[in-house]
């Protein structure tokens, strides 16, 4: 069976009822027990990677220290061929036992929202851990190391190799760029035959949509001037103010869930002062590629619109508004399906754990695979926490919770990838 072949074979349609055999299977048998059991006794171990890594500051578009020591921790756990490609992406090899089978990329990020100088000192109080980042990646960049450990403590080989993956650019402006890299450049990109990301935190979350986004930074310039003696001019912030007011007044269907935002606006020098640029950055979301690509299309419309009439409204003697929309980021949507068999696994895994699968759309490393036609889904590192982006992110490792969350995870991993 070719890579191609696994592919399709995981994308294929699987009934409920025979995903929930398959995982009643592997979750029953001695071989999983012994997972769930090294991980319940290596908790702490878990812990104290999730400590280390978090301290290690990886602010957007600067991972590269993280991402050192990263490698040199998949080295330690015995992983073959530990690489950092020139995005930045960390990977490394446990090899399969059936070669057909291809590769299962198993991801977290590396990277924050937090920029560079932030405190990521971690506090704890009982078993609450306290960090910018703890949650968000830090504990399932921790959980992919225990996920080795524990399969090689309980001896077990899976049939597909696991490409152990720490991504960057994940977060905000990195745009996916590290997997967006992976699948266009890394050597084993095409024997790939799925992809499991690791984020989030609650066990019984399942993303199988693929939030996308289009991100543009528009700006309006003009002649600029004083404000009493030139008052008349043209003024790109009344230009912005138009294509501002018609992008608010677009419908967007409620279901496939569709948004729109202005997240900054800038500009000017003065107060008194007619500006020489008025600049706005806009996201556009959907969970579906044609609504996102509707919308795209009359948000785009509406920026010569508000040229002209502003250029009509006021005086060009001293010159015209122009506008420019330079992308800044674009985030595939997609879905994989529901009823696909790496889907229903995943769902049928958590299920058989004692957890309720909540099946979401999210914006993961998950959009680009999903993206390209690769079964892809993301599942949580299994525990409780809030605040994630905030100075304020905690998570709690109890491991009452927590172990059994993390063993839920590796057990979709398992499933996807096979037992030998």
């Not at 949650?135 to 959980?143: I, M, Q, T």
């Not at 003696?229 to 043209?234: D, E, I, Y």
């Not at 004692?354 to 993301?378: K, M």
Request: glycine share 10%.
């Amino acid at each position: 069976m070719d890579d191609a072949t696994t592919r399709s074979r995981l994308a294929a349609p699987l009934a409920e009822a025979d995903a929930t055999r398959e995982a009643a299977a592997l979750l029953g048998g001695d071989t999983f027990r012994r997972v769930a059991d090294f991980i319940r006794d290596d908790h702490d171990r878990i812990v104290e990677d999730i400590v280390r890594i978090t301290q290690i500051p990886s602010p957007p578009f600067g991972e590269a220290e993280r991402g050192r020591a990263y490698a040199e921790m998949l080295r330690a756990h015995g992983l073959t061929e530990v690489e950092t490609d020139a995005e930045g992406n960390v990977t490394g090899l446990r090899p399969g036992t059936d070669p057909a089978a291809g590769l299962v990329a198993v991801c977290s990020h590396l990277d924050t929202v937090f920029p560079a100088g932030t405190d990521v000192t971690v506090r704890r109080e009982g078993t609450k851990l306290m960090a910018p980042g703890v949650g968000d990646n830090s504990r399932s960049l921790a959980v992919l190391l225990a996920f080795v450990r524990a399969l090689d403590a309980a001896g077990v080989r899976t049939r597909a190799g696991l490409l152990i993956t720490a991504s960057v650019g994940e977060e905000g402006q990195g745009d996916l760029r590290g997997v967006k890299h992976l699948f266009r450049e890394n050597r084993h990109r095409d024997a790939i035959a799925a992809f499991v990301a690791i984020d989030g935190l609650e066990t019984a979350r399942l993303v199988t949509g693929a939030v996308g986004s289009k991100r543009y930074r528009v700006a309006f310039r003009g002649p600029g001037g004083h404000s009493f003696g030139a008052f008349g001019l043209v003024n790109p912030a009344f230009a912005l103010a138009r294509a501002a007011d018609g992008l608010s007044r677009i419908q967007v269907p409620a279901q496939p869930k569709t948004t729109y935002s202005i997240g900054r606006i800038g500009g000017g020098t003065s107060i008194n002062a007619i500006p020489e640029e008025a600049w706005m950055e806009v996201d556009l979301r959907s969970e579906s590629a044609a609504e996102l690509a509707r919308l795209e299309e009359q948000f785009l419309a509406i920026l010569p619109a508000a040229v002209a009439d502003e250029n009509a409204a006021r005086s060009t003697r001293e010159g015209s508004i122009t506008v420019e929309a330079k992308p800044i980021g674009d985030r595939p949507a997609g879905t994989t399906a529901p009823d696909s068999r790496i889907a229903r696994l995943a769902a049928a895994v958590i299920a058989a754990r004692g957890f309720a699968p909540v099946l979401e759309a999210s914006s993961t490393d998950s959009n680009i695979p999903i993206s390209l036609g690769i079964p892809a889904v993301t599942v949580a590192s299994g525990c409780h926490g809030d605040r994630a982006h905030s100075l304020e992110e905690w998570i709690d490792v109890d491991p009452a919770v927590s172990a059994p969350g993390i063993a839920t995870a590796l057990g979709v991993v398992m499933a996807v990838a096979g037992v030998a």
